[in-house]
């Protein structure tokens, strides 16, 4: 059975409370950033309305028919709708075999589900058809949307539904959750994970086991060689295209970030990058608020491409963003503006 994390269980409390009512709602919308586990908690749910004999809190059994097979992928009356193999979006029909199958007549348990994620992937007329479905439920439906870009959603689907805000837990809360499952780490290391990542502790778990750590400090190494002249960012860039995009962009959004921050006079314990804060230091030193606001936006507008629908080709993208930093620190620029 997927884990209820501890931070999720104000959540889980309230709902399972409508549920003893016979309230639940028909539709829901988990919002939260990335690393909330809110794909988990959306599976805990469906194997609590799917379970033959709930457990006190709540959660499903884990051993009757309906909770066996939610765990094999095969319970009949539970839909869970991703985006189809080499595709990055949700389609119209997709959603009308959510349609068909909400039709239909629950064959095992009371209540049949649809869990959509990333909600986000919808197209806009996928959206729309489900706005039918929203608009007029079937009778005992529970829709369950997961986003971590709530603000891609169309405003009709979010209104419909009930938002359960998936926040991050206070540090000492993260720190003991990700110490239990990294015994081997230091404090200062969980630290640092947690703060990298906005405090969202499955996310700062997978950097821990995917080592994004190491793999941090040798992209920001190249950034502060660029910075000075000494590495060529045609190169950088194809060292980095092996991974994912999305996290050296992240990275590099806070660390100009960070800069800004320091500039205007903030102390580096409270940076994100605070453990290279002296380094950082140094880098706003050789740049003025224009150039960093500037390099800010197109980090921004590349992120918000390359996590969106929109292909882009990774190599130009990288290479655009290392070009346009090595000009934000470089001394000679200065000469020009
Ligand atoms: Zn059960």
Not at 30 to 54: H, I, T, Y
Not at 165 to 170: I, M, N, V
Not at 286 to 301: G, N, Q, S, V, W
Request: aromatic share 8%; charged share 20%; net charge positive.
């Amino acid at each position: 059975m997927p884990e209820l994390y501890p931070w999720q269980r104000f959540h889980w409390n309230s709902l399972m409370a409508s549920q003893a009512r016979k309230r639940m709602p028909h539709a829901l919308l988990l919002a939260g950033p990335v690393g909330m586990g809110k794909r988990d908690f959306a599976a805990n749910l469906v194997q609590a309305l799917s379970c033959e004999d709930p457990q006190e809190g709540g959660q499903g059994c884990g051993f009757c028919s309906g909770c066996r097979l939610q765990r094999a992928g095969s319970h009949p009356d539970n839909m869970n709708l991703f985006p189809q193999e080499g595709r990055q979006t949700i389609s119209v029909d997709q959603i009308r075999q959510v349609q068909t199958h909400l039709a239909l007549k629950a064959r095992q348990s009371n209540v049949k589900t649809v869990t959509i994620l990333p909600a986000e992937a919808m197209t806009l007329n996928a959206a729309n058809s489900l706005l039918k479905v929203l608009e007029e439920p079937p009778g005992k439906t529970v829709l369950i949307l997961v986003t971590a870009i709530v603000s891609r959603l169309p405003m009709t689907i979010r209104s419909r539904c009930q938002r359960l805000l998936f926040s991050p837990p206070h540090q000492e809360e993260a720190q003991l959750w990700l110490r239990q499952r990294l015994p081997s780490s230091r404090e200062r290391e969980l630290k640092i994970l947690l703060t990298l990542v906005g405090g969202a502790p499955l996310r700062a778990l997978q950097y821990a086991e995917q080592d994004f750590l190491s793999l941090r400090k040798h992209f920001i190494k190249n950034l502060f060689f660029l910075a000075q002249d000494k590495a060529d960012p045609l190169e950088i860039a194809q060292n980095h295209l092996k991974n994912d995009l999305g996290e050296p962009l992240y990275w590099m959004s806070t660390l100009v970030g960070d800069i800004l921050r320091l500039k205007s006079g903030t102390s580096g314990k409270f940076l994100v990058n605070h453990d290279i804060a002296d380094s950082l230091q140094l880098l706003a030193e050789r740049t003025d608020f224009k150039m960093l606001f500037a390099l800010l936006e197109k980090i921004d507008r590349d992120l918000w491409l390359w996590k969106g629908q929109i292909s882009v080709n990774p190599q130009l993208l990288l290479e655009g963003l290392l070009i346009q930093w090595f000009w934000c620190f470089s001394e000679v620029n200065h000469e020009y503006t």
